[in-house]
């Protein structure tokens, strides 16, 4: 059986694990092993990013082969994408941004979403379309953990998946941001580890990058 969402009425794809891993792959062939080895590290949440022609051919294969995975699509900018991805089994879905036909269609996917914000205006308009979970992208690029932090005070309800320029010694200040529910990061992924197969190195980076949830302190 797949592994489940959380099952709470506040839970989603932010609660799964502190990191999501944002997994690019040029052959498909390593979706599994990779997404094991995740898997096993603690890190089921795997973000496969549509940035390859391989890309729906690795979700295909994590969602048949892998059912601890909870594995999702990132960079989907489409309504075809949309449908392209869940059909291929996408349990959650990643965008870099949005606009008013790309958020119909991921709301009618039947699965979770993160539509992308990097300023307050769209912050509060997705606030308005009743959406309460998003990515902050490109995180560090749009003000980092102190753009973050003066969100949380006139909009409590907002919660972010912050991505986009974050590694291991920067994750921990994020995750200890009431807004924060996870954040999303490849460095657990090496492109030069994925190519060599070293699924031990990639397993043990997840590890390590799984434990940061104690080191953020109050991430929910």
Known sequence: MPSPLPSSPAASVLDVAPVVPVVVLSDAADAVPLARALVAGGLPA???TLRTPAALDAVRAIAA???RAVVGAGTVITPEQVAACTAAGARFLVSP??????????????????????????????LEHGVREMKFFPAQAAGGTAYLRSLAGPLPQARFCPTGGIGPETAPAYLSLPNVGCVGGSWMVPAEAVSAGDWGLIEELARTAAGLRAAGGTCR
């Not at 036909?101 to 912050?123: H, Q, W």
């Open 65 to 67: 082969e892998v059912p």
């Open 46 to 48: 795997i973000e496969v």
């Open 97 to 126: 941004g949005w606009t008013d036909t790309l958020l119909a269609a991921m709301r009618g996917s039947g699965v979770p979403f993160l539509p992308g914000v990097s300023t307050t205006s769209e912050v509060v308009a997705l």
